[in-house]
């Protein structure tokens, strides 16, 4: 399996545009997370899906923050409209009930 | 709330000594355990785990980590440290909902 992959890697937009960050979860995995990392507030978990159903949000920001899991393969995560402050590495995680989560290699998001 | 704590925010040791870092959490009962690595610019690797079972849990990379019950504790250990070993760690738990709670992480830094 080639992991869980996330895109772009890299991401740069003006203040005031929408961002769409992309998951695809490993085959078989029936949980996906989003984090985000900064420095001053380490790894954050936004939201998580089980079953491609959003169990837990609350650590969803903002209204501008919103993602989706339309299918087992795909998830996204998306804001509208972006700030400087939302500037951070996204990952994406997924895992099934009994494993450890497998992170992606992140989406390093610059707003400017 | 869960909170996982990892005292040292850096640390530096010479190739071929041997290393611990710490970790400790807040939670009513036993959760699961998770030492990950992160290298710059990548994705989080999984060292190890614990579920149940031996306290004393053995993972990747020559690396190994003990949980003590009475310390709430699972601090991670390597004999002997090589200089790719340098990079970021983060201890994390999950209480059973499935999604992770991080440490802060240790940066760790290996003098030659």
């Known amino acids: 399996d080639a992991g869980v992959i996330q895109s772009p890697r890299h991401e740069v937009t003006e203040m005031g545009q929408e961002v769409t960050l992309r998951c695809k979860p490993i085959?078989?995995?029936?949980?996906l997370f989003w984090y985000r990392q900064t420095m001053m507030r380490g790894l954050e978990l936004l939201i998580y899906?089980?079953?491609?159903?959003?169990?837990?949000d609350s650590g969803m920001p903002e209204d501008r923050f919103s993602a989706k899991m339309p299918n087992a393969s795909f998830s996204t995560l998306k804001i509208q409209p972006s700030e400087p402050r939302d500037s951070a590495v996204y990952f994406c995680?997924?895992?099934?009930?009994?494993?450890?989560?497998?992170f992606g290699q992140g989406t390093r998001l610059t707003v400017v | 709330a869960q909170s996982v704590t990892q005292p040292d925010i850096h640390i530096t040791v010479s190739e071929g000594a041997s290393l611990e870092l710490r970790c400790n959490y807040s939670y009513g009962a036993t959760p699961y355990l998770f030492w990950y690595v992160q290298s710059p610019g990548q994705g989080l690797q999984l060292l190890l785990k614990?579920?149940?079972?031996?306290?004393l849990v053995q993972g990747i990379k020559g690396f190994e980590a003990e949980f003590k019950r009475s310390q709430s504790s699972f601090n991670l250990r390597k004999p002997s440290v090589h200089w790719s070993d340098a990079a970021e760690y983060f201890c994390a738990v999950d209480t059973g909902r499935r999604a992770l709670t991080f440490g802060s992480g240790t940066r760790l830094q290996v003098q030659p």
């Open positions: 899906f089980n079953n491609n159903v959003p169990i837990d």
């Open positions: 085959s078989g995995h029936d949980y």
């Open positions: 995680a997924s895992k099934t009930s009994n494993t450890e989560a497998f």
């Open positions: 614990y579920f149940s079972g031996d306290t």
